[in-house]
């Protein structure tokens, strides 16, 4: 296939953390043959007999687990889902399927999958994937963290420059209201004033407070509730 090559293998000076020979590389379903995997801190190599084959760079490593299911592929092995085209056509027809799918947001991601024919030796190479995966964070991670909103730079206040933000009390806040944000403000302050006075006569139940309410002299109906309309009701007494 076209993005394999000829290379030399990783070695202790790129941290390699795991050499499992005896490993068969399938990327999408297809088998590319049976090599060395090299799990080094620097990248992910796998390399036949010749020597060749090919790397994967952590950053683009968006999945690694040990699959164990034999429905979804008849051996137990490595699963690695990588965010990038590998294949044949990943050089002739990306150029093509850029300007096609300018539009299209999903990323172009490519299964592998590693077999080694010693299975136990498949949780030291999750754990050393594991751990070169945790030496190259994502950057997005990182970025998220970081504080987009504008600094507040106290020696430059201090001195007199730049703009210093405006307080007001609630006094002052109101005279600085508009017609149009008084009149907003007292229809608000009129909801809610309807609003706790709705708490105390919800479902027809009168409270003292309620009661205080209809002092003006408007009737009240005070026909006694029908014995077991409300047998289910807890009620603290």
């Not at 979804?72 to 699963?79: I, M, R, S």
Request: aromatic share 8%.
């Amino acid at each position: 296939m076209s993005f394999l090559k000829i290379f030399p293998p990783p070695g202790p000076a790129e941290g390699l953390r795991q050499q499992q020979p005896d490993t068969e590389a399938v990327l999408n379903g297809k088998g590319l043959g049976t090599g060395t995997l090299y799990i080094a801190e620097s990248r992910l190599s796998w390399l036949d007999g010749s020597g060749l084959g090919f790397s994967l760079e952590y950053p683009t490593i968006s999945i690694h687990a040990v699959s164990r299911d034999l429905n979804a592929y008849p051996q137990e092995h490595l699963y690695v889902m990588v965010n990038a085209k590998f294949g044949e056509e990943s050089k002739e027809s990306v150029a093509d399927e850029e300007e096609e799918d300018s539009d299209d947001d999903d990323e172009p991601i490519t299964e592998f999958r590693f077999v080694p024919t010693d299975k136990s030796a498949l949780e030291a190479m999750f754990t050393a994937m594991c751990e070169c995966q945790a030496l190259h964070p994502d950057p997005e991670d990182e970025d998220s963290d970081d504080y987009d909103g504008e600094e507040y730079d106290v020696e430059a206040h201090e001195q007199g420059q730049g703009d210093i933000p405006t307080f007001y009390t609630y006094e002052e806040g109101l005279s600085h209201l508009t017609a149009e944000g008084q009149a907003t403000l007292e229809r608000l302050e009129g909801m809610l004033s309807q609003s706790v006075s709705s708490q105390y006569n919800m479902a027809g139940v009168r409270t003292e407070d309620s009661i205080r309410d209809y002092e003006d002299g408007m009737e009240v109906d005070t026909t006694p509730t029908v014995a077991g309309q409300f047998e289910d009701a807890d009620v603290d007494h």
